[in-house]
């Protein structure tokens, strides 16, 4: 998506288009192993001993859960040295922790490799607490609109990738080669800048500021800058998308045996195809509107979603998908928005790093939420479990959105 070059942010450095950009390639390459990897889960655990991959589905999980519980914390910490300095520290944390997971020659080892790849990482949260304490208002949110962009590119192109090297490196050896890619980034992100935050006495005001608005907020409803709302869409948005990707694929070769592992791979990839074609035309259409957009985004999701349980075909499956990502595309660019209404006047390092926490939470309460329903009512259980999740949060952004106006 086009980005102008952005204005200066007093005191603070501005970034211009060709640095927001390099941010997002970094972002991208960072996240290839971390995106591309774990699907090979099952292949790569026997070697490791667990002959049958019994433990792929916790193991799936457990870089999710330790970026959760890391995350407020590097958030705190980047608010108080430097959003650069914190975002450096992601970006080789993730060198470190791919280099012991690609030298790993037990479970155990490999298990506290993935652990402190979520520890140590938290490369998304870090990167949008360094670009708000540089941009602000629309600037922000169309940049955290291309960081979303840079994941959804990494997870179409990553596991392609690690798919098509493996008959030449192990999928388990492939973590020392990816390790390069975050330790590139590392390097290109020292050349730039590092934005400084206001001063404490100016956020101090600020903070006091709001809370003498707080009454008039609460009898209004709440503000478009609200963090307790941003979270709870956040969390609802999450998992009912997620719900829907750990059996689609069993879904797929379900409904339509006659088709491939190829055609399985393109339909699980629409939705965020579908993001990276027109995020930045659905940002110009829903920036004035977010809650509205927002509403449409879930409502979306929740058609989406539903769709799958009749369908039998592949147009059907093509047309559902394709609802869903452009739910998906709706509802990650007004989040988008309403985050950077919400990140003026507030410390962006532990606001970010909070909302990772709860968006991470929203995950792995899909995962687990995936797991049993799908063991009771079949691989259509979840995105009918999803599709509920949607409609409720259609019906609140509604109801928010009526109640600022």
């Not at 070697?47 to 799936?60: F, I, N």
């Not at 998992?239 to 379900?254: D, G, K, Q, R």
């Amino acid at each position: 998506m086009s980005l102008d070059t952005l204005p200066r942010r007093a005191p603070g450095v501005a970034l211009d288009r060709g640095q927001v950009h390099a941010i997002a390639a970094c972002y991208f390459v960072a996240s290839f192993a971390a995106l591309g990897l774990p699907p090979y889960l099952s292949e790569i655990l026997p070697g490791l001993g667990d002959r049958d991959g019994h433990w792929a589905g916790l193991l799936y999980i457990a870089p999710t859960v330790f970026t959760a519980l890391g995350a407020p914390l590097w958030g705190r910490l980047a608010d108080r040295f430097g959003q650069k300095r914190l975002l450096l520290r992601a970006q080789l944390g993730l060198t470190v922790s791919f280099l012991l997971a690609g030298a790993a020659d037990s479970l155990p080892a490999f298990t506290c490799a993935l652990v402190l790849q979520g520890f140590l990482g938290g490369t998304f949260s870090a990167t949008n607490g360094y670009l708000a304490a540089a941009l602000d208002g629309a600037h922000l949110s169309k940049a955290l609109t291309l960081m979303q962009g840079s994941a959804r590119a990494a997870l179409v192109a990553a596991p392609i990738l690690v798919g098509a090297l493996s008959p030449w490196i192990d999928p388990h050896r492939q973590y020392l080669v990816m390790a390069v890619l975050p330790l590139t980034a590392a390097v290109l992100l020292g050349f730039l800048p590092e934005p400084t935050r206001q001063a404490a006495t100016a956020t101090a005001t600020a903070t006091a500021t709001a809370s003498r608005a707080g009454v008039r907020a609460e009898r209004a409803g709440d503000p478009p800058g609200s963090l307790k709302l941003l979270y709870t869409f956040e969390f609802a948005f999450v998992f009912a998308t997620v719900i829907s990707f750990p059996y689609l694929i069993t879904l797929v070769h379900e409904r339509l045996p006659g088709a491939g592992a190829a055609v399985a791979g393109i339909l699980f990839a629409l939705p965020h195809l579908v993001y990276l074609v027109a995020a930045g035309r659905v940002h110009a259409a829903v920036q004035a509107r977010p809650r509205t957009g927002l509403a449409l985004g879930f409502a979306l999701v929740a058609l989406g979603l539903a769709g799958h349980a009749p369908a039998h075909s592949l147009p059907a499956f093509v047309l559902t998908r394709a609802a869903l990502g452009l739910g998906m595309t709706l509802g990650l660019v007004c989040l988008a928005v309403l985050a950077a209404e919400a990140a003026r006047g507030r410390a962006p390092g532990r606001m970010f790093g909070t909302r990772e926490t709860v968006s991470k939470c929203g995950a792995v309460a899909a995962g687990l939420a995936a797991a049993l329903v799908n063991s009771s009512g079949g691989p259509a259980a979840p995105v009918v479990t999803g599709t509920v999740a949607a409609l409720a949060a259609a019906l609140l952004a509604l109801l928010t959105r009526r109640s600022t106006r």
